[in-house]
């Protein structure tokens, strides 16, 4: 989940899910975003399979996900 300000972080628009919950286990965590000066965001993190063994070396992954400063707010306003 993340806060979204529009005016430097003096409001803020509300906590919305900006992308997974999809793991089949729930272990889907540890985002890591920057943002280009076009304002593209770029968000990676990781999931783990339905067999939870992240140390097996097959079902950890990273999911990269590429979005617009100018579409992610917009979601977050219609999501209010």
Known sequence: MGKISTDKGRTWLGEV?????????GDCSYPASTRLDDGTIITAYYSVGPDSNINDGKSAHCNVVIYSEESLIKAAKKSL
Request: hydrophobic share 45%; aromatic share 12%.
């Open 17 to 25: 899910l900006l992308y997974a919950d999809h793991a089949p286990n």
